[in-house]
């Protein structure tokens, strides 16, 4: 158990569609990450948050958004939901802004139908 | 551009022989490395990482070798064991003052008793 949580574990909806994805990160850790991996796709970096504020981006849609609250959780929204947005949606955590340690969370399956 | 780069997708040993992954990079300004394994409907696991500083880094019977000259990095494992079947990311970061991972597209490593 990494300590990092995530909610919910399997998401089923239907295209056009939004979804939220929580993340509850590790007591102590100020960063949060989230990691998209499509079948045989590695895992793939979509956007950092650190204390609240948006550190870094990678190759995330316009059409998903993330934010992370006061209490450091954090929250990826995905819209207007296509069938290729359908992958293994991963949180992870840790305590310094780079070049540390992250702990990833067991993950949220999105199935776009 | 796929800047991280493992070559075997897949890879199998007997139990108790040694079991070598390999890894690629190519951007230079990457500081900082770690290998994450990875088992069906599980989260990435952390095991070891190394800073570009050191050419050698040992966890119990988990060694992970960094060439800087060959961009090349790799992951001993001695003696396998049939619970080390999963499989294994290499990751690397620091071509930003972020803690964004760029992942490897994994290599199954799988153990014979």
């Known amino acids: 158990d990494s300590g990092v949580t995530q909610t919910p574990k399997h998401l089923i909806t239907a295209t056009g569609q939004r979804v939220t994805l929580r993340c509850s990160p590790r007591?102590?850790?100020?960063?949060v990450y989230w990691y998209q991996q499509s079948l045989d796709q590695g895992l793939q970096f979509l956007i950092q948050?650190?204390?609240?504020?948006?550190?870094a981006k990678g190759n995330i849609l316009e059409r998903f958004s993330a934010q992370q609250f006061p209490d450091l959780h954090s929250e990826l929204n995905l819209s207007s939901l296509e069938l290729g947005d359908s992958a293994l949606y991963f949180c992870?955590?840790?305590?310094?802004?780079?070049?540390?340690?992250?702990?990833f969370g067991p993950g949220t399956r999105l199935t776009v139908l | 551009d796929q800047q991280v780069k493992q070559n075997s997708p897949s890879l199998s040993v007997q139990e108790g022989r040694i079991s070598i992954l390999n890894c690629d990079y190519t951007?230079?300004?990457?500081?900082?490395f770690l290998w994450y394994k990875k088992y069906p409907a599980e989260g990435p696991t952390f095991l070891i990482s190394?800073?570009?500083?050191?050419d050698k880094n040992e966890d119990g019977r988990f060694t992970v070798f960094l060439n800087k000259s060959a961009k090349h990095l790799s992951l001993h494992i001695v003696p396998s064991q049939p619970g080390d079947s999963a499989v294994y990311f290499c990751?690397?970061?620091?071509?930003?003052?972020?803690?964004?991972?760029?992942f490897g597209q994994g290599t199954t490593l799988q153990v014979k008793p």
């Open positions: 948050y650190y204390n609240g504020e948006e550190r």
């Open positions: 190394i800073s570009s500083i050191k």
């Open positions: 990751a690397a970061s620091g071509s930003s003052n972020t803690g964004k991972l760029i």
């Open positions: 007591s102590g850790d100020l960063s």
């Open positions: 992870a955590s840790s305590v310094v802004t780079s070049g540390g340690e992250q702990f």
């Open positions: 951007n230079s300004m990457f500081d900082y």
